[in-house]
């Protein structure tokens, strides 16, 4: 049976509409207002772009991407928006670029004005309006640059050739240009190295002597690196690296590679270094360093620093002498040796030493104290002469100072040393004797428990003086009045004997005996009364009588005996009836007053 078969539907596919272009970001978002600025457009969408517009005005362009375009602002004012015209429409989020009024940047002068032609030459250029910078130009050619401020901007030079001008572009405006030459640079020349050969295991410091090494790039042992420095256009200095054989050394420089110079690895031992005596000497040279070590027999070679010895003598395999060139400040001292460089010891050249001063500067006969040395270059002092004795030790401290303890002298002036490896220097009589003081006597011998008196001592060699103590106390005050003679008010003390002694730079002198002694006391007066006419006698009992100088009635001395330390016999002086004070005094100071009564005889 046949049935009816419905047609086929047949259904169109249309293309997809393309998107609109939107835009994201604009980089820089600010520029001249004279136009000419390179912004860098971001966003979708941008495949076909027909247009870019900044406000109203056409800016050309390129398309980097379907996201990126490449624009020149065109010249314009205030802000604007920035959009991105396709055959699919035009953007409308609103991602503005601002026009200010920069100033167009002048530039002055590039430093240095040359370089070699392969670039790579740091150059300063100096002038005004340089922030915001957006490119530096040699020529028709961008240059890595870094702006340092809004007069400095520092460029690395490109590869080029001849003269070219350079140029600072911002968004101010492109800068007038200054000149810049690329100049041929030379092929730099080996002419040897030295020492010619070393270890296999490498470290050998070599050498290398020639020409045109200015801004050498690569020192090569055959095809391997080595670190290497550059003393100057004729000659460099590089560490071996590890290797084997004869390779040849290269260098090379902007200008290209040198021809080779042969270097050969060798299996013999490198040489050890133990000890250097002396391990300093003077600037100017010309001590001889005994050093020994190990494998020091075909020693070609012997370096103070980078300096040769002035000359060297092979003892042994493990010792040898070398005669130390002049130098200064601390410096190794290496061995070369087929084998290789040895490890390096420690040798300090050590200028002139000058003394300029010494504290204290005076102390006694006998030594023993410390004083300070001050001055210049005391590094490895090795002794101190006080006079032509040598200092009892002696310890430096830097090398500006010097601690010494004094050895014993007689009195006077003496020229004071100082010996270092590099030299003497001697101060002429800085440093002062001082015989120790000596006490003859004290006047008087005693005195008030309440100090406040004045003594004189007497003896030699006070005129340094510095204290007066009364045992452990010092005087109030003291007075030196001569070489022979201080005055001292004593200080307060306890009763009883003590040791007074005087201090100077020279020392302390011997003990002389001062006595402390409490005032009197009366107790008793027998009898307490008497005639007018006085001739009587009184006894008064008490304590400390044994020093007593004066026994008043009232206002008037009279004659009295010490019976003892506690007894005394006065006589009683005629006088008007009634009471009257009677006082005893010492140098312990007077006793309170006791009352004697005068007695009328009774009338006829």
């Not at 272009?21 to 820089?28: D, G, M």
């Not at 002198?509 to 009197?520: D, E, K, Q, W």
Request: glycine content about 14%; hydrophobic content about 35%; aromatic content about 6%.
């Amino acid at each position: 049976m046949n049935r009816s078969v419905p047609p086929p539907t047949i259904t169109a596919v249309l293309p997809l509409a393309a998107a609109t272009p939107t835009v994201t970001s604009v980089s820089p978002t600010s520029g001249s207002t004279a136009g000419g600025t390179q912004v860098t457009v971001t966003g979708t969408g941008f495949t076909g772009a027909t247009g870019v517009r900044f406000g109203a005005t056409q800016a050309s362009f390129t398309v980097n991407s379907d996201t990126q375009i490449t624009a020149t602002a065109p010249v314009g004012s205030g802000t604007v928006q920035v959009t991105v015209t396709t055959p699919a429409g035009t953007s409308n989020q609103f991602v503005t670029f601002t026009y200010v009024t920069a100033p167009v940047p002048v530039l002055s002068s590039v430093s240095p004005s040359s370089g070699p032609a392969s670039g790579g030459t740091v150059v300063t250029l100096s002038g005004s309006g340089f922030s915001g910078a957006t490119a530096v130009r040699f020529g028709g050619v961008s240059a890595a640059f870094t702006v340092v401020s809004g007069s400095q901007i520092s460029a690395t030079a490109p590869a080029g050739s001849g003269t070219v001008q350079v140029t600072v572009t911002t968004p101010g405006g492109t800068s007038n240009g200054v000149s810049f030459t690329y100049v041929s640079v030379p092929v730099p020349v080996l002419s040897s190295v030295s020492p010619s050969s070393g270890p296999a295991s490498g470290g050998t410091v070599v050498t290398l002597s020639g020409s045109g090494f200015s801004g050498a790039t690569a020192v090569r042992f055959g095809g391997v690196s080595a670190a290497f420095t550059v003393v100057s256009g004729s000659q460099i200095s590089a560490t071996a690296p590890p290797g084997s054989g004869t390779v040849q050394v290269t260098v090379t420089t902007p200008g290209g590679t040198s021809n080779g110079v042969s270097f050969t690895y060798v299996s013999a031992p490198v040489p050890v270094l133990t000890s250097a005596t002396p391990n300093s000497g003077p600037a100017a040279g010309g001590t001889t360093v005994t050093l020994t070590g190990t494998g020091l027999a075909a020693t070609t070679v012997v370096r103070f620093g980078a300096t040769p010895a002035t000359s060297f003598t092979v003892v042994s395999d493990t010792h040898l002498t070398a005669v130390a060139p002049a130098g200064s400040g601390t410096v190794q001292i290496t061995v070369t040796t087929p084998g290789g460089t040895s490890n390096g010891l420690s040798y300090t050249y050590s200028g002139a030493p000058n003394l300029s001063g010494i504290s204290p500067n005076q102390g006694s006969t006998s030594g023993g104290n410390t004083v300070t040395l001050t001055g210049t270059n005391l590094t490895g002092a090795t002794s101190v002469l006080f006079g032509a004795t040598p200092a009892t030790s002696v310890t430096v401290v830097s090398p500006t100072q010097i601690t010494a303890v004094v050895p014993a002298a007689t009195a006077g002036p003496v020229d004071v040393t100082v010996n270092t490896p590099g030299g003497t220097s001697t101060l002429p009589k800085a440093y002062f004797y001082v015989s120790p003081p000596v006490l003859l006597g004290v006047a008087p011998l005693s005195g008030p428990l309440a100090g406040g008196n004045t003594v004189t001592l007497t003896g030699t060699h006070l005129i340094e003086a510095t204290a007066v103590h009364f045992g452990a106390t010092a005087a109030t005050s003291f007075t030196v009045v001569s070489d022979t003679q201080i005055t001292a008010v004593v200080p307060a003390g306890a009763a009883g004997p003590v040791q007074v002694t005087v201090t100077t730079v020279g020392g302390t002198s011997n003990p002389v005996s001062y006595t402390y002694l409490a005032a009197p006391v009366v107790t008793t007066l027998v009898p307490n009364q008497g005639p007018t006419s006085g001739g009587n006698t009184v006894t008064l009992t008490g304590s400390n009588f044994a020093q007593t100088t004066t026994v008043l009635f009232g206002a008037v001395p009279t004659g009295f005996t010490v019976v003892s330390d506690t007894h005394l016999v006065a006589d009683v002086l005629a006088g008007a009836a009634g009471p009257v004070a009677l006082t005893v005094t010492s140098p312990g100071g007077t006793s309170a007053p006791t009352t004697y009564t005068r007695v009328a005889s009774p009338g006829i």
